[in-house]
């Protein structure tokens, strides 16, 4: 059995409740990232007249339904 005084017991619970509490929020934060990407998958803005619009299709450029402009697809651009 590991004897330990009333302060090494309270610093060992206040660091593994601290502990916790960061892993938790990254958990969260991790979590939130990807429900963010999921989420605008397949939508772009267009850098001519600012409209957001979807496109799924695989091509490099597509063309904005609103300005009829092309826009080229940019891989992880935040909206
Ligand atoms: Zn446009």
Same mark, same amino acid.
């Given at each position: 059995?590991?004897?330990?005084?009333?302060?090494?017991?309270?610093?060992?619970?206040?660091?593994?409740?601290?502990? %916790?509490?960061?892993?938790?929020?990254?958990?969260?934060?991790?979590?939130?990232?990807?429900?963010?990407? /999921?989420?605008?998958?397949?939508?772009?803005?267009?850098?001519?007249?600012?409209?957001?619009?979807?496109?799924?299709? %695989?091509?490099?450029?597509? /063309?904005?339904?609103?300005?009829?402009?092309?826009?080229? *697809?940019? *891989?992880?651009?935040?909206?």
């Amino acid at each position: 059995m590991i004897r330990l005084t009333l302060l090494q017991a309270l610093t060992f619970y206040i660091l593994v409740f601290l502990a %916790s509490v960061v892993v938790a929020w990254l958990f969260y934060v991790v979590e939130r990232g990807l429900h963010e990407r /999921r989420r605008m998958h397949g939508r772009i803005r267009c850098r001519f007249c600012a409209t957001v619009f979807e496109d799924h299709s %695989s091509e490099v450029l597509t /063309r904005c339904p609103a300005c009829g402009r092309l826009n080229m *697809k940019i *891989k992880n651009e935040r909206i």
